[in-house]
């Protein structure tokens, strides 16, 4: 009886340490999980370029369409048209509007929503010498694996009338490529060709709210473009300026917006969901401002200080580092910032959007 009392404590003990033993390894476990997850958190990562929710429906509530009117009686003709919105392909954004035409048959235009593409924006600046020395700013605009189309256009926006589009994927730009801009249009010609093929350098116009501050090139990659900047790839531009850097915005859209279809006009109530520019992907990187130039040291030290929220927004500083720069700013200490900006940099602390600003501040 001894002997089989003894064997069960032992049993026991032998389980409970087994348990001990379980339990402070799946602690271990989950305090790495989450270790790992900290380091993860504690480092900078970018965002893409911010969408808006919007739905595409058959519209529940229409008036019939009108053809004409009843010679004899005067009274309106009218047939149910049947607007109706039927999605083609969701990933890539297609959608068929469909109605009932004057000719009593079925009409179809294809539209393509502009913001089927998840975009990644990230920016740097350096120093190049073409008779005075100038900033060299650097744009990779990635569509992401995640995106339903290719990129078509990517806008840009600057307070700088010197910018310059400099370079499109590797390739040099004349003068004969900028003549859509207003800075370029009236210079006497150089006797240069284009040299940037399928790209459309042009200018949107700021009487579009969208478009209304400051200046905004847009590089338009044409269909004849190849390879298209499809799902995965990356589309590289250079701008020069004698401006340094600060916060800008800049806007995307994917695939072929040009609306496809019949030669009669769509009734209103499809008409009216076909959305404006508001529509484009939005977000933030860094491009020529020149209105930082003429800065007081104090004026420097509130610019980085009001753009922190900004900063934070577009992924470009951590939770940690936001808080001690607020802290040092608050100190009117832009310089400590400037003597750290390159370590914090290293670190994964901020991006190089942040770099360039401080640095472009001394």
Not at 31 to 49: D, T
Not at 259 to 268: F, H
């Amino acid at each position: 009886m001894r002997n089989g009392v003894l064997a069960d404590l032992l049993t026991n003990r032998i389980t409970s340490r087994c348990l001990l033993l379980f339990l402070a390894v799946g602690l271990a476990i989950a305090n790495l999980g989450c270790s790992q997850a900290q380091q993860a958190q504690a480092r900078v990562q970018r965002l893409a370029l911010e969408k808006q929710q919007r739905e595409y429906k058959s519209p529940v509530n229409y008036a019939p369409r009108e053809v004409g009117s009843d010679p004899k009686t005067g009274k309106p003709i009218a047939y149910d048209h049947k607007p109706r919105v039927e999605l083609s392909d969701a990933k890539a954004g297609k959608y068929l509007f469909k109605w009932i035409g004057y000719d009593g048959k079925e009409k179809t235009v294809v539209f393509q929503r502009g913001d089927a593409v998840d975009v990644l924006v990230s920016a740097s600046v350096s120093e190049t010498f073409q008779g005075q020395y100038l900033y060299l700013y650097t744009y990779q605009v990635a569509n992401l694996l995640s995106s339903g189309t290719y990129l078509s256009d990517f806008i840009l926006q600057n307070y700088a009338k010197d910018s310059r589009p400099y370079e499109v994927n590797g390739v040099r730009t004349t003068l004969a490529d900028l003549r859509l801009l207003d800075n370029f249009r009236n210079l006497p010609r150089d006797g240069s060709s284009r040299q940037v093929g399928g790209i459309l350098i042009g200018q949107m116009s700021n009487l579009n709210e969208q478009f209304s501050k400051g200046s905004w090139i847009d590089y338009g990659i044409l269909s004849t473009y190849k390879p298209q900047i499809s799902p995965g790839k990356t589309f590289a531009v250079k701008i020069t300026s004698t401006a340094p850097p600060g916060i800008v915005e800049c806007r995307v859209t994917g695939g072929e917006l040009t609306l496809q279809g019949v030669d009669e006009d769509m009734p209103g109530e499809l008409e009216d969901m076909l959305p404006g520019y508001e529509q484009f992907p939005h977000g933030y990187t860094i491009g020529p401002v020149d209105h930082l130039k003429p800065l007081s040291p104090a004026e420097k030290t509130k610019y980085v200080l009001d753009q922190l929220p900004l900063f934070k927004k577009a992924g470009w500083i951590t939770d940690k580092t936001l808080q001690r720069y607020e802290a040092q700013l608050k100190n009117g200490s832009l310089e400590t910032i400037s003597a750290h900006v390159q370590q914090d940099l290293k670190a994964e602390q901020i991006t190089t959007e942040v770099l360039a600003i401080i640095q472009g501040l001394k």
